[in-house]
């Protein structure tokens, strides 16, 4: 079809970037990665003797190393079929605090 209604790439096939439905080994690395780096600025940030209400907050949060995997891979969400969606689904997710959920989920 020529003209003003022929089909384009998102008519034909669908979405261009369509979101995966799991998180490739090197996403998951690189959350991994993200999450450490997190945990050495405020090891850091402690170990220069500054106190604020935010620190004490940091502290709380459980370390890479403490947590697991599927606190470190999904988030709880009511409106999903086992109230668990990969973590790269969230907007944003990689500049988020996104470590604690509720306990038995």
């Known amino acids: 079809m020529f003209g003003a209604f022929r089909p384009t790439s998102v008519n034909s096939v669908g979405l261009l970037w369509s979101t995966p439905w799991k998180l ?12 450490k780096k997190v945990d050495a600025v405020i090891e850091a940030v402690r170990a220069s003797g500054v106190e604020t209400a935010s620190l004490v ?19 709880f969400t009511p409106h999903t079929r086992g109230y668990r969606k ?18 038995g989920f």
């Open 24 to 35: 490739s080994v090197t996403r998951k690395a690189n959350a991994r990665d993200r999450l």
């Open 57 to 75: 907050r940091a502290l709380e949060l459980p370390k890479e190393h403490e947590m697991h995997a599927r606190d470190k891979y999904t988030v």
């Open 86 to 103: 990969g973590i790269h689904k969230v907007p944003k997710w990689t500049r988020l605090t996104l470590r604690t959920n509720p306990k």
